[in-house]
Nanobody, 125 residues
């Protein structure tokens, strides 16, 4: 089965940048739409961004649009989240998500989903 491992989390100051990585194994990455979510203490998991199987389509939540960028390299089985202009409210555990699909669209409803273990991002003011 598919395994997802996030890395690249850590501490940053407000206005700074971090790049998260998601390494995918156990499956062919081009079969999956990919997404990033986050969860802060005491809050529900929040959708951030998604990218289609081919990488041609993306979607962003309003809270991160213009600051965060999702990308993928299917040949390397890697997905990335570039985070710029970080704010203290971006502090959360960030999770990589894979959805198996035949549709080349970023947002997939239903189907089998896989999740990584998460990586902590802490932004100080």
């Amino acid at each position: 089965q598919v395994q997802l491992v996030e890395s690249g989390g850590g501490s940053a100051q407000a206005g700074g940048s971090l790049r998260l990585s998601c390494a995918v194994s156990g499956g062919t990455l081009s079969n999956y739409a990919m997404a990033w979510h986050r969860q802060a203490p005491g809050k529900e998991r929040e959708f951030l961004t998604a990218i289609s199987k081919s990488g041609d389509g993306t979607a962003y939540a309003a809270s991160v649009e213009g600051r965060f960028t999702i990308s993928r390299d299917n040949a390397k089985n890697m997905v990335y989240l570039q985070m710029n202009s970080l704010k203290p409210e971006d502090t959360a555990v960030y999770y990589c998500n894979a959805a198996y699909t035949d549709i080349d669209a970023p947002m997939i409803v239903g189907g089998t989903n896989y999740w990584g273990q998460g990586t902590q991002v802490t932004v100080s003011s």
